[in-house]
């Protein structure tokens, strides 16, 4: 069965300093993998996406996440935290044999100036 | 080029009362689902379609129905609503479905609150 694990539930950096929001999953296939980011009140807009090409995956925002097979991970980083960064952040799973996505519970990432 | 809509944006519901939730996209987008957020909780599917039609049921259907008789069109009904059914409803559709490249596209969602 997939799954989603997000290690952190709440991760908080000073502005200027790296950001590491960690995830893990579980994949009877090979999987396809998001990070989605949730602003207060809006809506989910895609980061990024590992699709089987590159294992180093770069986004939006100078955020990037490498797909690691053998530890089953898919971190996502960012070399220096802006204000604007602050919101939640899901890890997501796409299933082969079913219509859904499966999401971790979210890593809120909180910036301090 | 909207993406996808949903209305209304909040919504205050008396338990046992009805209502319809409403998504459109605009992008010729086979794939459309619902889901449910609850506080501290990652996104849960509640029905989804593959097209004018096709409906199924996700991980949390009970308590809701959907139709698709339009592609662009995917209403979420829920029928007597309970306090359990409090939570931020979002909706989405894709090109395609999954195991594929095919990111989805969410709506701003909409809070429902029943007391």
């Known amino acids: 069965a997939q799954s989603v694990t997000q290690l952190d539930s709440h991760v908080s950096v000073s502005e200027g300093t790296p950001v590491l929001l960690r995830c893990n999953y579980s994949?009877?296939?090979?999987?396809?993998l998001f990070w989605y980011v949730q602003h207060p009140n809006k809506g989910l807009q895609l980061l990024l996406k590992?699709?089987?090409?590159?294992?180093l995956v770069k986004g939006i925002n100078g955020f990037e996440a490498e797909f690691k097979k053998s530890e089953t991970s898919f971190h996502l980083t960012k070399p220096s935290a802006h204000m604007s960064d602050a919101a939640e952040y899901f890890c997501v799973v796409s299933v082969r044999s079913q219509g859904n996505l499966i999401f971790g519970k979210g890593t809120k990432l909180s910036v301090k100036p | 080029n909207a993406g996808v809509t949903q209305t209304p944006k909040f919504r205050i519901l008396k338990i046992g009362q009805s209502m319809t939730l409403q998504c459109t996209q605009d992008m010729n987008h086979n794939y459309m689902y619902w889901y449910r957020q609850d506080p501290g909780m990652g996104l849960k599917l509640i029905y989804y379609s593959v097209g004018a039609g096709i409906t199924d049921k996700g991980e949390v259907p009970n308590g809701y129905n959907v139709s698709r008789s339009t592609t662009e069109d995917f209403p979420l009904r829920l029928e007597l609503a309970a306090p359990s059914q409090t939570s931020v409803y979002f909706c989405?559709?894709?090109?395609?479905?999954?195991?594929?490249?095919?990111?989805?596209?969410f709506g701003p969602g909409t809070r429902l609150t029943v007391t």
């Open positions: 590992y699709t089987s090409a590159a294992t």
């Open positions: 989405a559709s894709s090109y395609s479905g999954t195991g594929s490249a095919y990111e989805q596209y």
């Open positions: 994949s009877s296939y090979s999987p396809s």
